[in-house]
């Protein structure tokens, strides 16, 4: 089961987006993260404990992201799409507000 509370956010532009995949699952899975149509953005971008961020959020970087959680009994995928987000005069957007992003993924097989 997927449970995708947001499936677009805006990111201001400068900021670091955070996205965060979680994962309950037995076995434990392994998380990771792709841009689909193109890798993920070079020397910016880190992936730890399903988080990944995004340095200096560019408009090169805006498009869909993929959360992938897989053990060995399969895999579960969950998307959402950032978007770029000009920044407005003197007026600043909590970057954490807008670049959190909470994908549950719940995948348990029971013995």
Request: glycine letters at 8%; proline letters at 5%; aromatic letters at 8%.
């Amino acid at each position: 089961m997927i449970k995708v509370p947001d499936r677009f956010l805006p990111i201001e532009a400068g900021s670091t987006a955070a996205v965060t995949c979680e994962v309950f699952s037995h076995p434990p899975s392994v998380i990771t993260w792709i841009r689909a149509f193109g890798g993920l953005p070079k020397g910016r971008t880190s992936v730890k404990n399903g988080k990944l961020s995004i340095e200096n959020f560019s408009k090169e970087d805006s498009g869909t992201y993929v959360c992938t959680a897989s053990n060995k009994l399969g895999s579960v995928t969950a998307v959402t799409t950032l978007g770029f987000q000009k920044k407005r005069g003197n007026f600043k957007i909590n970057a954490s507000t807008y670049s959190r992003l909470r994908l549950i993924v719940t995948h348990v097989v029971s013995v």
